[in-house]
């Protein structure tokens, strides 16, 4: 997939211009009902973090429709994915959600949801991982790791937040563009993953660049490359992994906003319009930022495709872990 941590000209032009002529866009009906913006996991994340932002900027759009965000966790992420393909048509339950959303309809036999059942609205932006090693394992590069990993196949073990996670797949895509094999072991998330990171109890991971950034700074982590297409800004001196020798190697979490399908057309582009200068603001950049994503809008058109992309790579990727949950 092809997503890019910072922001292009073209795309930062295309959402100024949308935010200019916010006002002139078309009014959604006074007796319309709450916007309800669903999100597949608990309070505290990033996708949440985004939600409510959202929730907090949209109201001002929107002639004062009331907007909530709706936390339903469980079953990494099914359980609000089908409940919102399942909404009525009408434009008030939206889902605001990541990667998973594409990874989970090969994962799971019965993920509850088709990819047909929703209308991709926008895209706000994606966040990224970071290859990290204990300082005891000497390694200072990714080549290092990979040179290790292929003279002692499946000696070096890497922890992810769990099968499935995004993280884990930026690690397969890796493992099958290097050739080498590599054990994974997947943590409940990833306070666990870097505790043991941290303990050297793990030699290798991938956890955000968030989590990631104070340990590197200190010394305490090794950054040994980004899976985004570019450096992180907070990480300038970690390479990518393209960088490290891989052309093309791309694997970011996207996040994003899709309704479901058969909404009003109308309602549609004007949301889209409202998310692209929303998420044009200095402030909503600033405080996403914090949250380890950078703002990449993409409008209903782009996100669709990359969705579609994403879903593609996605299968393949899990065919390849051969891993798959009743």
Known sequence: MRQAPVIR???????????????????FSQNAKALRLVVPY?????????????????????????????????????????????????????????????????????????????????QIGVAGFVIVAHPSTNFKTLADMLSAARAKPNSISFGT???????????ELLKDRAKV?????PYKGSGPLTTDLLGGQLPVGLISVTAAQPFVASGQLIGLAVTTKDRWPDMPKVPTVEESGFPGYDYSAWIGVLGRKGMPEAEMAALERQLLAISATEDVRSRLYKQGIVVVPKGRTEFTTAIAHDAVLNRDLVKTIGVQID
């Open 161 to 171: 937040g769990g099968n499935g996670h995004p993280a884990h797949l930026a690690a």
């Open 42 to 122: 608990p309070a505290g994340g990033a996708v949440d973090a985004t939600a409510r932002l959202l929730a907090e900027k949209l109201p001002a759009t929107l002639q004062g429709r009331t907007v909530m965000v709706d936390n339903r966790p469980g079953a990494g992420g099914n359980i609000a994915t089908a409940l919102v393909a399942k909404s009525d048509a009408d434009g008030s339950t939206l889902l605001v959600t990541t990667n998973n959303h594409t990874v989970n309809l090969s994962l799971y036999q019965k993920p509850g949801y088709a990819l047909d059942d929703f209308a991709p609205i926008a």
């Open 9 to 27: 000209r073209r795309t930062l032009l295309a959402a100024a211009a949308a935010a200019s002529g916010l006002c002139a866009l078309p009014a």
């Open 181 to 185: 094999s590599m054990q994974h072991v």
